[in-house]
């Protein structure tokens, strides 16, 4: 599984951004695939998860009802789709993906994951 992220960039405060990550194999290899943040001396933190067989998407407190992510079998493409954007959402966004069964309450752990991909920057600031 290969896993490419694109669509950081600068945004100003309340803006949206849609990230993608596109992978390889993902449809017949992942079982869960999330994204992750890492801001700079922060350590990494859950953003989201989707399972890809299921669709059933869990999000971090800190993005509930702001952020969604989906997944595209067809195109095997996961997204994060960012509104209402903060300067606290500043960081490098990696998306991951676990191959065996991961109950919800660890899909939260970084750890967790099998694979990841190289991050895209997102930078919200006026």
């Known amino acids: 599984v290969k896993l490419v992220e694109s669509g950081g960039d600068l945004v100003q405060p309340g803006g949206s951004l849609k990230l993608s990550c596109a992978g390889s194999?993902?449809?017949?290899?992942?079982?869960?695939m999330g994204w992750f943040r890492q801001a700079p001396g922060k350590e990494r933190e859950f953003v989201a998860s989707?399972?890809?067989?299921?669709?059933?998407?869990h999000y971090a407190d800190a993005v509930k009802g702001r952020f969604t992510v989906s997944r595209d079998n067809a195109k095997n493409t996961l997204n994060l789709q960012m509104n209402s954007l903060k300067p606290e959402d500043t960081a490098v966004y990696l998306c991951a993906a676990r191959v065996q069964f991961l109950p919800t309450n660890v899909q939260h752990v970084w750890q967790e994951y099998d694979y990841w991909g190289q991050g895209t920057q997102v930078t919200v600031s006026s």
């Open positions: 989707i399972t890809w067989i299921a669709d059933d998407d």
């Open positions: 194999g993902l449809t017949s290899n992942a079982y869960v």
